[in-house]
């Protein structure tokens, strides 16, 4: 018996008849006078004071120096997030964030002149809990007087080449609402602020400008580019962020930071740096303040009669007396030179107030279109690595992006009760920071110590344990059942206590996406005598007993025979089966068919049977042999953030795979492929879907033979993409590559394969005037194009030396269970016209991002039992993406909706559509609605962004369809609209 | 013609005719009431509280801890004062004393419990003059409220075992005085403070109890006597600190702090620390309360129910909030266990709060006579090296409080021109602090890293630089002469170009002691035709021309022929001179005849002609092969603190010594030996004099053979002087030693040469019921007695190795011209009956420490020029040493007179002796007269010390001599009177 919940997805079947109901409420759409008393902007702040005269005076005739005390609190790295909160383990590194914002308002108290910005909520948020009554007073006050600035604001700093936007918008929601509901609008940050992240992305920029930021400020880009942004004074320009949305609204001014995010050199004075001291005590020894100064002056070399210099650094200010003395020193006796005739100006600054002069002087700033990957700050260091550095924690952290919108949409559709309900107390709150922590620069992206990699996971099991409560409780409310319910963490490997010992289970399935799709679930039994039906009684077309399992032990075998493969790793031990068939073997669905190779036993060709097309498909695995840092040219090895292989070809795995199980049925096809004790591969086709599964396994990656190895998997085909290839955007727009090419500069290419690695965060592909080959993959990695028609896609990496970035471990991830960890994945392969690309990966995609939830009971369901629920009245149009359902307050959701297509890329899906927002849920009642930026911290009718002049011809503007009624909100290509929804549970 | 002006101290002869005129005036000597308006006690506090009363609560039912948050902040060691003040090369050691002081006052102010202890007023002064009114107005109320306490107090935290008393007390008075002027009583220290000095010298402990404190703890001492106190609860005692004082004067009870000056194993949480810091929010993880509040009880393991924990250590409270915010919590929730039974009550406190609790519990404490030399941290790690290590610098720290003296005195005498007249502005306040510097642990030691000894020695030469000008200033003042002149301070050398070009040159002789002194002058001329005349145009007997030149250019040869030795050390390359004769040698003058072995070349005997008294000398020159740290007992090698010979015999640099040359005058009869191309010494006997002088040099030490060597040389006698030896406590009183023993415990011996090693700061001696040989030396040193009879001195020390106690260098000192320090120096050596020998070699010390100032001027003086001066009305009796004459405001001066005899010494000075005030100085009439404190920072009928009973049987009181009448002052043996004088220039 299963019961089916939300929407039954199928237990391996095709289950088009499975879609949303709709529901809606008639309702009056609300416009915010109305919606009163929402908490946000409940914080009543009678001495706020507009940024613009809160900013500190600067002198029109002299050169105006911006000193900006910040600190970077990384949200873990070399430790853990509360590691580095508290100060502990200060023997790995010397950080104690609690420190820093103590030390920081005491000394802010000590001048009004003094200013500071603060960026990381996740930090901030945890120190402001933990202040008296008095010390908030006097933190509040600090802000409305613009002396304390917050910029950025999101949870994190999150990484760009491994987010997912959904997760992005998540962080920084998190960060912001927390903000303002402290401080109100006086606590809203103006200006983006990723000085630290390994490149940027364009969808990053169109997200903070959707934000309403003023501006972006970065510290790392390529280094030629940089070279040439300084001599051409490009530094500072306007990023048009997206091809689609209508102008201005991706466009997000963006400046380059004169030094990273350090200070001068010379100019460093926390307790982490050894710079000499401002020494203005004649009668000591070494008195230099002449000197001091003199250098500073000479540092002074900016175009405008502004510059901003970044006084501070990774978690500095500890004791910021130290830097507040020095500063203040500095200041004094620059600005005394100026009775002598000198021209500079220094004083206390922040961002935004830098930004404001620039943007009162009324320039015309240069245009960009691209992005700024790959990041390379030598001639062989591009950070390319960290794009797939540590893969089973991408996954993970991907899989709880899925868990967390499950949890929090069904804290919304079943109320109160879910949060305080029969299973205990259950919350989304957890989740949300632990994703919010997973976002940062140096957690999802692989580049953290091995410790803290594990404290990241770590908390998004912790979150995940929080949501379960939640989720048994929203189930038991829907269902009207309190039995108890499991969710077996392990199918992945094929464990599940409750499935394979019981002689009757029922399973849930919960689909947050808002339509319908299909989804293959296996589940371990024992025995083959189960019969499957849904909820009505019916049978389900479904393989049951020896066939499914053994489709898991199979690859359980995997495991064990590596566990005893004692043997030097690299040599050849082969387990040949009896049922093995090396024939030429072709699969033949509805839409799909694959040939292999019968010499090599490779796949050889894909045909679309729908649109009768056929590519040659050849696919293997191969390892980059990375460097080890001892060659003539560098001695950058690889690491966790820098791919650096030492030969442009890499080794072929095995030219042959052994096919070892072949499996026919109704609902799936498989082939297991056997590269090396080490990498294998099941080919999968599902009945009725038109993409090729290949699950991946991937390690222990054998370095004993003092080799670290960066392997790849390459689909070689003969598409004449030539030098083309695209890849996504954190999971939105599509951007065109090219090999050895920047479109902004003129690229000196000095490394062939790591300069041409490009993150990919859910699919790549390469195509010609007929083919489309697209790759949906389940998590971020990095992707390259370096043959005329060829893909390739990195999986995993496991090395032996640090790169010298920082984090001083080698990326060598230890396994459960063997000598290094093992990694298994999908990656989903589609072949269409290009034109007809999108509306095929565009909800593959959404699909892998989004997955169902499986619980399970045992034994039949009590007799009451509600067996479905649906949320939504009806799906949403193709186009629509429920990005966003969330409990904002106890009366009010947030929803965003997301139009999921890009302009021009679907014949059909890239139009305006339109959704009524009071027709959209089944149990609740709208009772009104207001729109709100991005971020959710500002009503969209305040949004009033700076306006900067861009010297190229701006293409004609995307004019955006309107809203047809209050209530029906039109959504144009790729835009993304947030509304704050007064809610009534029916 | 030579000018005489305060005493003529004589050129080459003897000169008992030059003795001090007296002076005196009639006025009534006044007590402190009628003294007003000195401006001691003229900072008015209306809130100051008694300490008893801001000492904190405790709880007699409970133990109670005493957490002491205090900061050990080197005056100079790895940095220059300076540096550590300003923070600056914090590459060398992370250290900011100006944040320390910043970020201790800003923490003190946000809890009113917490506390702080201060201790070294070289920094606390720099500091405080860079303050606003509004912060010394804050710091004024801490210290009012005893939240800020001073501690110790001096200028630095002076060093024990290679100080001389007269500069020590100059120090602690200079930081005292400070103390009292900016803070009156509320900052007076109650206690001394020597958490970090190598070792206790009795003499210290005797001036702390004369200063008035009521009580000393300190870190270090030997670790078999620290096991032995642990175990038989002796770590808090009563030092009897005196032979000779009346008691209880020179009682101090002494407390010997559990972690040395460091806090609990695992509970430093300063910025320097990795200790886990308090981690107290439950959301976070790793929360500890638990388990940090459970280790800190279990490390409560005293007897009494109150223990004092040391919260700090070198630098720390840089930033303080690390430190008290973890401390904070510490005492909430270790308290907070008191509701649940606990019996354990934690509390910020001060020293003097704890010392308070430990004498009101009334109890009688263990009895202490002897001193804590040497002190050993481990079986092979005995401190004895740096009692010799940078003999240079100890030579020129002693120099330099002989010219402070002088400075001082000249500063009196001359009255305000001297600080401004015609040579400029010159003042005696830079030498003082200077001195006040060098007297640190890490300075005169000698285990501060080489560049900071460069500016140790930079700051005393920039200290006399500024005396100088007084000095010049003064010389014309009470010469009536504004002549220009110089001061040759390269004598040691026989450089002085005016004495070398001038046809006709004037020399001024200042003798600084209270009592005429007979002082050999040799300067170098050009020619032989001089003559030699005293203030009446009366030829001086002198010995001019070739010979006196001769005596200095052959030193010079000695140079010169070791930077050509570039053949390999340690071959023999003799120079041979033809004058050479090497037969029996014999020099009878008034007082003494040596014998030299015709075989060796070597001291064969000794004889006082005036006592007939015979004693076999024989005098060589050793070194001790330096333990590298690689055998099998200990891996310590031989460093700036450490001694540690790899065998107990040293190596003899030369069996014979070449006798070079041979000069017999009226004046003056000199051998000089040679014993290598590194060391040589000359003999020589003055007319007139009872000593017999040993002017060694030695260096540069080679090191080409890859050994370290400690230079020694040894007396070998037949004084049957078994196993004893006496060596002076910081130059006054004298302290038996006996080889492989200590007073207080059963000692292990574990290193036969380095374990009985003392610390000589003036002299030495061995004898047996007839003969005393006494040495006396130029500087302190190491010294010791290995064999009956024999008595051997450490000269130099040149070393390969560091010795792990932080200074991180080999002590391996570089030459001005070769690759190591040559050094020079002087050993006196006395001969007498042992009942006899103080009358002999207490003058003949306090000459060697106060010498006289030598200054020179071209041609003839002018007509006018006053040409003799005496300060003093007439010499003080023989027993009376002028120990202080130093200006102390515009109308007082403070004067510090000593008996400069121990009880039982002398047959006729061991006596009381009186002296009157009104008649003592030619120049200036004394209006009124105070006692004070040795430290002059309170009236001596205000002191009133804490009682501390013992258990031992007290000797019998020591009657002191009472004064015969108010301005009669009578001394007792081993006595220094400090007065406040009222003064006017007659």
Not at 76 to 81: C, D, I, N
């Amino acid at each position: 018996m299963l019961q089916i919940l939300h929407c039954l997805t199928c237990l391996l079947h095709h289950c088009d008849d499975c879609i949303f109901s709709t529901w809606c409420q008639n309702s009056l759409r609300v416009r915010k006078p109305h919606l009163l008393p929402f908490n946000i902007y409940s914080v009543v702040l009678p001495l706020t004071q507009k940024r613009e005269q809160s900013c500190p005076a600067t002198n029109t005739s002299m050169l105006n120096v911006h000193l900006v005390p910040h600190t970077h609190d990384d949200v873990g790295w070399l430790k853990t997030v509360d590691q580095y909160y508290y100060g502990d383990r200060n023997n790995i590194q010397h950080a104690g964030v609690q420190y820093i914002l103590d030390s920081v308002i005491d000394q802010l108290q000590q001048d009004p002149a003094r200013r500071f910005i603060y960026v990381e909520t996740a930090f901030f948020y945890r120190w402001w809990k933990q202040q008296s009554q008095n010390t908030r007073r006097i933190v509040t006050q600090l802000v409305n007087e613009g002396r304390l600035e917050f910029i950025n604001g999101g949870w994190c700093m999150s990484d760009e080449a491994t987010t997912h936007y959904s997760a992005v918008i998540d962080q920084m929601t998190l960060g912001l609402q927390f903000l303002n509901e402290t401080f109100g609008e006086c606590g809203r940050p103006r200006v983006a602020w990723h000085i630290d992240p390994f490149g940027h992305a364009r969808e990053h920029a169109s997200i903070f400008a959707q934000m309403g930021y003023d501006g972006f400020f970065f510290g790392r880009l390529d280094y030629q580019d940089k070279a040439r942004r300084m001599k051409t004074k490009e530094m500072e320009m306007l990023w048009r962020a997206s091809e689609s949305l209508t102008l201005p609204l991706a466009d997000l001014f963006t400046g380059v930071l004169p030094n990273g995010y350090n200070p001068p050199e010379g100019f460093c004075w926390d307790q982490s740096c050894n710079d000499a001291p401002i020494r203005d005590d004649p009668d000591l020894e070494d008195y230099n303040v002449d000197e001091i100064v003199q250098r500073f002056l000479n540092a002074a070399f900016y175009k405008t009669n502004h510059i901003i210099m970044t006084m501070g650094s990774d978690f500095q200010y500890e004791n910021a007396n130290l830097w507040y003395k020095n500063m203040d020193k500095l200041i004094k006796y620059v600005n005394a030179l100026q009775a002598k005739g000198s021209k500079v100006n220094v004083l206390y600054s922040t961002p935004s107030c830098y930004l404001q002069e620039l943007n009162l002087a009324n320039l015309t700033w240069p245009l960009k279109t691209d992005d700024f990957f790959p990041y390379a700050d030598d001639a062989h260091d591009f950070w390319t690595g960290y794009f797939t550095s540590r893969p089973a924690l991408k996954l993970y952290e991907r899989l709880s992006n899925s868990r967390l919108q499950t949890c929090n949409q069904l804290e919304v559709l079943s109320g109160p009760k879910s949060t305080s309900g029969p299973f205990g107390e259950g919350d989304s709150d957890t989740m949300k920071r632990a994703m919010g922590v997973a976002q940062h620069h140096d957690a999802v992206s692989g580049t953290e110590k091995q410790h803290v990699a594990y404290d990241y996971a770590r908390r998004l099991a912790t979150g995940w344990a929080h949501c379960e409560v939640l989720v048994r409780n929203s189930l038991a409310v829907l269902s009207g059942s309190e039995s108890p319910r499991v969710f077996c963490e392990n199918l992945n490997i094929s464990v599940c206590p409750l499935t394979e010992s019981s002689q009757k289970f029922s399973m849930n399935v919960y689909n947050p996406l808002g339509r319908t799709v299909s989804w293959p679930v296996r589940l371990p039994v024992n025995g083959s005598l189960y019969s499957v039906t849904d909820t009505n009684g019916k049978a389900v077309n479904s393989q049951v007993g020896n066939y499914v399992c053994m489709s898991f032990k199979l690859i359980c075998n995997i495991y064990d025979m590596k566990s005893s493969s004692l043997l030097p790793l690299l040599s050849v031990r082969w387990f040949h089966f009896s049922i093995n068939n090396k024939s030429v073997l072709m699969y033949v669905f509805k839409f799909l068919k694959v040939t292999f190779d019968d010499t090599t036993g490779l796949l050889s060709s894909l045909t679309n049977l729908e649109t009768n097309q056929t590519i040659r498909l050849t696919q293997n695995f191969y390892w980059y042999n990375a460097s080890a840092g001892n060659n003539k040219e560098s001695r950058q090895p690889s690491g966790a953030y820098i791919f650096r292989p030492n030969s442009s070809d890499p080794f072929v795995i095995n030219k042959t795979a052994e096919i070892q199980i072949v499996t026919v049925s109704s609902t799936v096809q498989e082939v297991t492929q056997w590269f090396s004790p080490w990498v294998s591969q099941v080919v999968r086709l599902y009945e009725g879907h038109s993409e090729l599964e290949l699950e991946w396994t991937v390690g222990p990656v054998p370095i004993a033979d003092g080799l670290g190895k960066e392997v790849i998997t390459r689909l070689d085909t003969d598409i004449e993409s030539s030098d083309y290839f695209y890849t996504d955007s954190n999971g939105r727009e599509v951007l065109e590559r090219r090999k050895d090419y920047r479109p902004t500069w003129d690229l000196k290419q000095t490394e062939p394969i790591a300069g041409n690695y490009y993150p990919i965060n859910s699919r790549a592909y390469i195509k010609d005037d007929k083919h489309q080959l697209t790759v949906v993959t389940d998590r971020s990695q990095g992707a390259s194009s370096i043959y005329n028609g060829s893909l390739e896609i990195m999986l995993h990496r496991r090395l032996l030396y640090d790169d010298f970035r920082g984090v001083g471990e080698p990326l060598s991830e230890p396994g459960e269970f063997f000598d290094g960890l093992v990694a298994r994945g999908r990656l989903l392969l589609t072949l269409t016209p290009p034109n007809m690309a999108a509306d095929v990966h565009r909800p593959l995609a959404q699909g892998m991002v989004l997955q169902p939830l499986l619980s399970f009971q045992d034994g039949t369901p009590l007799a009451n039992t509600k067996l479905e629920f649906t949320g939504l009245q009806d799906a949403l149009p193709p186009a629509v993406h429920l990005l966003t359902l969330s409990q904002w307050d106890k009366d009010s959701v947030l929803i965003r909706l997301e139009h999921q297509y890009q302009a021009e890329e679907s014949k059909t899906h890239s139009q305006p559509v339109t959704v009524n927002l009071q027709k959209l849920f089944s149990t609740l009642e709208v009772l009104g609605a207001s729109e709100m930026s991005l971020g959710a911290n500002q009503w969209k009718e305040d949004m009033n962004r700076l306006q900067w002049n861009t010297a190229k011809a701006s293409k004609p503007l995307l004019l955006s369809a309107k809203d047809p009624s209050p209530w029906e909100v039109t959504l144009n290509p790729m835009e993304i609209r947030t509304f704050l929804l007064q809610v009534r549970q029916l």
